[in-house]
């Protein structure tokens, strides 16, 4: 018997390089190379884990979301291309924040714009649930519409919606990409419950750059920008009066992650975070992490 846990460790090897071998296949698209819009006929199914890493409260944010800023459809998500030039999809995310409730009304979440109200009587924190579509405009362009629809804060937070601009250029083809995307999200809803202004609206911005050192593996880096238009931070820096955050700073994020292609159908994706680098944010970079894992399949 003891050439039994040989053999079975040398057949663990044997199926380890066999699943290892399997994304060498010209099937493979390289992220590199793929396009801003799905192609007619094809569906992704995705699904993110995130973990906080805050140096004060490891592990007290977890949940089917992501915190990789540039992923516009964080948790649950499903999308399809129902043209040669549109997509459709939905997504929705859940967080439970095992923190305390002034945690929760923190101004670096107020910066992000809407929602601004969050449901402090619970820390299970579902949504919004968001609708798109997405259409191409140019190889390298497209148009992100959405709508969002409040699980919590309804009362508040009501309906918001989305436009971003999505923009991809492959610099080496099968090798070397650039992303970026700005987006103007608009909310709506009930001025006395949101700092007097009856339309929230806040910018965000993200640039990363996409890696393929090998067909079936990329690298990513990036950093956004975002801030509140209305209300205005300095309203927000006066409801939230012990904030010692400046002014306008708003919220620089910033991340890098690494995916596998398994297959030419699944992706594997692991990604760390820093929330938020502004200068005198109200939690410093090594109390603003996370790290994501997700996995997508393509139908």
Not at 85 to 114: C, Q
Not at 224 to 243: E, F, N, S, T
């Amino acid at each position: 018997m003891s050439g039994l846990p040989t053999r079975l460790i040398v057949s663990l090897a044997l199926v380890a390089i066999g699943l290892a071998s399997l994304p060498a296949t010209a099937q493979i698209v390289p992220v590199a190379d793929r396009p801003l819009v799905l192609p007619e006929g094809v569906g992704v199914l995705a699904l993110d884990v995130r973990v906080g890493l805050n140096a004060g409260h490891p592990g007290k944010v977890v949940g089917v979301d992501s915190g990789l800023v540039h992923d516009r459809a964080p948790g649950l998500s499903v999308a399809y291309g129902v043209s040669r030039r549109i997509e459709v999809g939905a997504s929705m995310p859940y967080v439970f924040a095992n923190y305390n409730d002034d945690l929760v009304h923190a101004y670096d979440t107020a910066m992000k714009g809407w929602p601004l109200r969050r449901d402090v009587s619970t820390r299970n924190h579902f949504g919004p649930i968001q609708a798109w579509g997405r259409f191409r405009l140019l190889d390298w362009a497209a148009v992100d519409v959405a709508l969002l629809v409040p699980l919590e804060g309804f009362r508040a937070n009501r309906l918001a919606a989305r436009l971003g601009v999505p923009m991809k250029w492959t610099l080496v083809p099968g090798r070397l990409a650039l992303r970026a995307q700005p987006d103007l999200v608009l909310g709506f809803g009930r001025a006395d419950m949101n700092l007097d202004a009856s339309v929230q609206a806040s910018f965000f911005m993200d640039v990363s750059l996409v890696w393929n050192p090998l067909r079936f593996l990329y690298v990513e880096a990036g950093l956004g920008y975002g801030r509140m238009i209305a209300p205005g931070p300095g309203k927000v820096l006066r409801d939230w009066h012990a904030d010692p955050k400046p002014t306008g700073a708003g919220y620089l994020p910033v991340w890098l992650s690494m995916g596998y292609s398994i297959t030419e159908t699944i992706d594997a994706v692991v990604g760390f975070s820093l929330g938020n680098l502004t200068p005198g944010s109200n939690q410093g970079a090594a109390d603003s992490r996370s790290l994501t894992i997700g996995v997508s399949y393509r139908f």
